[in-house]
Structure formats: C-alpha cells, structure tokens
Nanobody, 113 residues
C-alpha cells in the first residue's frame, strides 16, 4: 500500500529551525513528485513546497520562500523539509503527499515562546 510517514515535528521557539522527514513505501518513489502541505487550526490545508521526481525542480509558497528548503533522497525514499526562522504563523500539522498516496497522519509543528 502506497503511503508516506511524516516525522520531525515538535515545539520550537520563534526564529528556530526544524527538519521534517517523510518516508515513502509501497510505490516507485522516484517516479513521483512530492508536495508538503500544512493545516493550521481552523484553516484550510495549504501548499507549502513541492519537488519533482528526478529533476529536483522545486516550488515554494510565497510565505515560506527563503526560509524553507525541500529536498529528496531517492535512494532512501525520503523527502525533507528544512524550516528556518520559524514564526508563530508556521504552526500547523505538516503533511507530505504524492499523486498515489493518501493523506497521512502528519507531523505537528508548534512555534511558540
């Protein structure tokens, strides 16, 4: 069964950093682009960043551009989201998704002093 498992979230102070990880299983990972989304309490799920399967073309939401970096390690079926200079508005549950995977449990990121 195709799926992702997200990890790496936690509580961090404003200005801090975290690296989220997403491990894929059950499908040919390198064939698909991967997107990170997030959902804050009371808000719609929103796009954060995406990366293509092989060419590593990346896209970012304006709100995270320059602070977040998406990358992938095809040999280990992993996608990462490096998040720097975190702010309170980055507080959300973060999910990774491909066209062939369902929504997973996500990983909670809380930015608070």
């Amino acid at each position: 069964q195709a799926q992702f498992v997200e990890s790496g979230g936690g509580l961090v102070q404003p200005g801090g950093s975290l690296r989220l990880s997403c491990v894929a299983s059950g499908f040919t990972f390198v064939n698909y682009g991967v997107t990170w989304y997030r959902q804050a309490p009371g808000k719609e799920r929103e796009f954060v960043a995406s990366i293509a399967g092989v060419a590593d073309k990346t896209l970012y939401a304006d709100s995270v551009k320059g602070r977040f970096t998406i990358s992938r390690e095809n040999s280990r079926n992993r996608v990462y989201l490096r998040m720097n200079n975190l702010q309170s508005e980055d507080t959300a549950v973060y999910y990774c998704k491909s066209p062939v995977t369902p929504w997973g449990q996500g990983t909670q990121v809380t930015v608070s002093a």
